[in-house]
């Protein structure tokens, strides 16, 4: 897939910091594949997002929030 590729890219760019705005299924798709789960489904509503840790050193990822929107008014 052609969007797991540019992932990689990222991961091999060595940045610190990385934002990626996509819509909610492409999102999924990335998590599940960064999380080595095959069938499950994160929920994103509308301007909503995740948050990741990736660490290189560890090869491990740690989700730490999904559908986050501290952005908008409640």
């Known amino acids: 897939m052609q969007e ?3 992932i990689r890219m990222i991961w091999q760019g ?3 910091n990385v ?3 996509s819509h909610g299924g492409l999102l ?3 998590l599940r594949e ?3 789960v095959q069938h499950g489904w994160f929920a994103f509503e509308d301007t909503r997002f995740a948050n990741l840790r990736l660490s290189r050193t ?3 990822v740690l989700l730490t929030g999904v559908n986050l929107g501290p952005h908008l008014a409640e």
């Open 19 to 21: 934002l990626v705005v």
């Open 4 to 6: 797991l590729s540019g």
């Open 28 to 30: 999924n798709t990335v």
């Open 34 to 36: 960064l999380m080595g």
């Open 14 to 16: 060595g940045g610190e």
């Open 58 to 60: 560890s090869q491990t």
